[in-house]
DNA sequence: CACCCCATGTAATATGTTACATGATTCT
DNA sequence: AGAATCATGTAACATATTACATGGGGTG
């Protein structure tokens, strides 16, 4: 995924290493982590496969590294983010490809955001199975805190499910936050 | 992290290491992942430095392998348990260690809560601040995208901040799931 | 008797973090 | 002048996935 990720930010417009890192930090940091020392060795193999091209660029003193996606680069991004989504991996690769949806034709996108539904409605239902067989036996401090988490999920759940059919029908965002209740 | 987990899941009964990663997978799975590749091996190192004991089962035709904490081992998890949360790992830390907080002292437990509170309405500030900077250039459908994982990003916050009050008083899960608007 | 679950393990590979290393520019 | 930020890179180490490898027990 990390190579697609970079790929992805620079498809529209070159960005040096560091560049890139900065704005996956403010952009997908929250759940995804780029260090710096996983991603210059990445540009570096990149160019060589032909998937970047680099540019050098003078600036002041010092050289900068301008980094941009080739036809290939572009190709084998647009095939990750149009193939369907491997839930089975880390819960935030999903997250990662939507930020990229923008990219997708409409019809691709729907039927992938459909399958992030379908998905996290499955979810959902195994956490609400667990729940059943926990629920009536919180008696300890111990129990308390393990079914916390089970509540989490199931709110985080249901909370993703939200965002996910609001997004899919492109919806405004204004409003969409709900409240604070305190 | 790993470790810490594993040692945790055998604290107050013995267990075997697929019995372990099953317990996994239901309770923590949602954010925890655990492969038998990697959990064999380290169950072995484990018990070779004394922080687990390993007894042997026949059941049936095969032999079982329990493996249960030792007070070496429970004083080492409660070490990681009673510490501060390390906010720049992986934010599935957090939840983790939650899960085990059945284990504290009220007043650790609430200390180390309010902890995560503080960290999560920060949080919270930059991706606000971010949205701020973003949410006035949604122009094409590539800005929508970018935009919408931000906005995932601010309720899930919002979501975790009031699970997290929620718990502190431990108080009753019943009602704190919300409905579904839909 | 085939398939699935139980049960344990290793090895090759892939991925990711941290520390080491260097040096320019900008702000105070 | 010193600190923070910009900017790029490598190397050692730590962590994690996947495939390989084996075999018992229960169910249809």
Redesign the interface.
């Known amino acids: 995924m990390f190579n697609f990720v970079v790929i992805g930010m620079v498809l529209?417009q070159p960005l040096t290493g560091y560049d890139i890192k900065k704005y996956v930090d403010?952009?997908?940091g929250?759940?995804f982590k780029a260090s710096h020392g996983q991603l210059y060795p990445a540009l570096k193999k990149l160019t060589d496969k032909n998937y970047l091209t680099m540019e050098e660029q003078s600036q002041g003193g010092r050289i900068k590294k301008y980094y941009h996606a080739t036809k290939l680069g572009k190709d084998a991004f647009m095939d990750w983010l149009s193939a369907p989504t491997d839930f089975n991996s880390s819960?935030d690769t999903i997250?990662v490809k939507?930020?990229?949806?923008?990219?997708l034709p409409d019809e691709i996108r729907r039927q992938r955001l459909y399958e992030c539904e379908l998905f996290v409605q499955q979810?959902l239902h195994k956490?609400r199975e667990?729940e059943e067989q926990f629920?009536h036996s919180?008696e300890?401090?111990?129990?308390?805190?393990?079914?916390?988490?089970?509540?989490?999920?199931?709110?985080?759940n249901?909370?993703?499910?939200?965002?996910l059919?609001h997004?899919k029908e492109?919806k405004p965002?204004s409003g969409?936050?709900?409240k604070?209740?305190?």
Chains 1, 2 share one sequence.
């Open positions: 529209h403010i952009s997908i929250n759940f819960s997250m939507i930020f990229f949806f923008g990219e979810n956490l667990i629920a919180i300890s401090d111990r129990d308390y805190f393990e079914i916390a988490t089970l509540y989490y999920g199931i709110q985080n249901l909370s993703t499910l939200r965002w059919r997004i492109k965002y969409f936050i709900q604070e209740d305190k």
